[in-house]
């Protein structure tokens, strides 16, 4: 079998919405008449951004995902997307989980596969999104104001409390064990959550990287200082029976989350749990966006500061 026949199998469907799919030079999009364009990259390299264990129908997942949820961060309805695939070699079990996965998620989201490119090469995944919304309502990281709330959808932490099984630094029984790892392989990206705070979150992002670092990038992009609570931020049942320094660990610092971060005025309160409801995910309010100068402040639920311990967390950037 060759480069054509593994794309003619596994990834060229009917074009549906899409002019033109899978098939020649350019796939080309129609777009919603004075919609504005909105794309991502994200490449997910084994070992670095998923381990070898993980199924091949939830990689197809994840790798759609994490694209997914940079639209929803900006509040891009998806569109279509591309897929960039680097394969050791032709594995027909590998690409059947994998595109079964990868199709599934693009369908829940009306995404179609419209083109990419296939080469024999170490694993590598690269998607490109591209999904629309209307001019200068996209999210950004920059429009944080003083006194805005921060909140945070879903629960924070269990990819990372999964990855630390993985690694052997803590063991984890059987129900709990199946249930973190589900939030490391098969994260769903909050799409209809950012499409929903158009017009009430103030800035957003998601959270790849961890909590602090994530925040720290609208904080940044804003110029803005905040207050967190460290205590109150979501977490699982699961991750809730863990030591309180592995808990914060990994609810700040943890990665892989793909929830929203985001921010608005506490007079938007009311409209940010509705749209939460209408979008069917929790959101938790967990600080506060303050002036430039007070840089990121982390309390405890006394308001005492916790910030130090922290300070040292690199190993959860390696
Ligand atoms: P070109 O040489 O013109 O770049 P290719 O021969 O690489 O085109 O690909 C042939 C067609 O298959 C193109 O339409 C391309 O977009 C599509 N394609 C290639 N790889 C993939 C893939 N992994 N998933 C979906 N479409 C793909
Ligand atoms: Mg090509």
């Given at each position: 079998m060759g480069e054509f026949d593994l794309i003619a199998r596994w990834f060229t469907r009917p074009a549906r919405r899409a002019a033109l799919g899978v098939g020649d030079d350019c796939a080309l999009l129609n777009l919603t008449p004075g919609m504005q364009l909105a794309t991502s990259s994200d490449m997910l390299v084994e070992g670095r951004h998923f381990l070898s264990t993980v199924a091949p129908e939830r990689l197809g997942h994840k790798a759609l995902a994490v694209n997914l949820s940079d639209l929803a961060a900006c509040g891009a309805q998806p569109l279509a997307f591309t897929l960039a695939l680097a394969l050791p070699?032709?594995?027909?079990?590998f690409l059947d989980g994998f595109s079964r996965g990868l199709l599934a998620l693009a369908d829940a989201h009306g995404c179609e596969l419209v083109g990419g490119d296939t080469t024999q090469g170490p694993l590598n995944l690269c998607i490109t999104v591209f999904g629309e919304l209307p001019p200068g309502q996209a999210l950004l990281r920059s429009g944080a104001r003083d006194g805005d709330e921060i909140w945070v959808s879903g629960t924070l932490g269990d990819a990372r409390l999964a990855l630390e099984v993985f690694r052997g630094s803590i063991a984890l029984a059987g129900d709990g064990f199946e249930r973190v790892?589900?939030?490391m392989e098969l994260p769903t990206p909050r799409v209809a959550l950012g499409i929903a705070l158009r017009g009430i979150a103030t800035s957003a992002i998601d959270v790849s990287d961890g909590l602090l670092g994530d925040l720290g990038h609208i904080l940044k992009r804003s110029n803005a200082g905040a207050t967190l609570q460290a205590d109150a931020l979501p977490r699982s049942a699961v991750l809730a029976a863990q030591p309180l320094a592995l808990q914060r660990n990994c609810t700040l610092a943890g990665g892989d989350?793909?929830?929203?971060?985001?921010?608005?005025p506490p007079a938007q309160a009311a409209a940010v749990l509705a749209a939460a409801?209408?979008?069917?995910v929790a959101v938790t309010r967990i600080g506060r966006i303050e002036p430039a100068s007070h840089g990121l402040r982390l309390v405890d639920g006394d308001g005492a500061a916790v910030g130090q311990r922290f300070a040292a967390f690199d190993h959860f950037k390696s």
């Open positions: 070699r032709i594995d027909e079990a790892r589900a939030a989350d793909y929830e929203l971060v985001f921010t608005a409801q209408a979008a069917g």
